[in-house]
């Protein structure tokens, strides 16, 4: 491709209209390394241009590490036996909410499995009370697949944005990597339904998931064209111990970063975070996705004792924010590129 070719396929990104399929085919399956310093670097100007130099953060708080789901891919599947499972109380959880706001974070990000010990109401409760403590943070879940009534309850209890991947668009794909008890139309019915309850709504997908084609990823930014979330979360499959993906290999860099910088084009005011993921696959993977057009990190604030037990995934990074300490460590980094952190909320 040439410069002018991939600039003609760019301005097709950013006319905010539905992109056809070849053209997400073309930049996904042709982008040597060339057409991905050019395509970042785009993908940069926008970022910068719309966001200043600052970088988001997000307080991440791992609830739990109990799932009742067995998705194929992931440490925490039930059917691991060497998974050290763990339970946040709603006291310890609104301790990390207060070590996050004396660091300045204006995000708090529960995550956890779909655990039936945290259940839909004690969620709710969860969330009002630092709602009650917090009045103008923003709260964050990513706690799966719920009922539409359960997203609304949990919206009206305070909470504000809601992450819900939606893994792999392809029908077929999605089986690979699940057990037949999960299904994509859920899973994509869970996301609008997420969307409707009046959350500021995040999806993605892994990048390099087992038996993962270009056709599936093409797939899925149609979905995320049709979606038009708020947050997009992307980042490389790792695998995990003990699951049926142990032995496959890992998502690439370069692809997780070249998709960054598509969706960032695609999506200029989309929030777009650099994952753990990509960090844990390389060194300077928080640096390699701003220079490529991601906008959030969200360091772990979970306590560390239990930090170690929440392995979606094999060597996930263990170091976080939670001290004065990390978060200067962040910052130096962020420096280096000419970056730095901005402690606002953000919202979309
Ligand atoms: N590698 C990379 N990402 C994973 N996730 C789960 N397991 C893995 C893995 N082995 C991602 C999923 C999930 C998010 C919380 O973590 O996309 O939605
Ligand atoms: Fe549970 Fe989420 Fe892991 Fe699936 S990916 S097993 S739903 S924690």
Known sequence: MDKDGLRMLVNILQQNKDVPAEVWRTLVSHSGVEERENLASMAREGAVERFGNGMYVR?????????RNNCNYCGLRCSNRQAQRYRLAKEEILECCRRAAVLGFNTFVLQGGEDPGQSDE???DVVAA??????????????????LETYSMLRHAGANR????????DDEHYSFLHPHTMSASNRRMCVLDIKAAGFQTGTGMMIGSPGQTVEHLVQ???FLDKVKPHMIGIGPFIPAAGTPFANEPHGSVDDTLL???????????ALIPATTALETLCDDGIQRAVLAGANVVMPNLTP????????IYDNKINSGCNSEQGLVALSTKLEEIGYHIDFSRGDY
Do not use: N, Q
């Open 304 to 311: 560390y004792e239990m930090r170690c037990r929440y392995t």
């Open 259 to 269: 998709l960054i910088s598509l969706l960032r084009l695609r999506f200029p005011k």
């Open 130 to 147: 630092i709602r009650a403590e917090f009045p103008t943070k923003a709260i964050t879940l990513s706690v799966g697949e719920r009922s």
């Open 59 to 67: 307080a991440l708080i791992e609830i739990g590490s109990y799932c």
């Open 122 to 124: 004690w969620l709710a």
């Open 220 to 222: 899925d930014l149609l």
């Open 162 to 169: 809601y992450l819900l991947r939606h893994e792999t668009a």
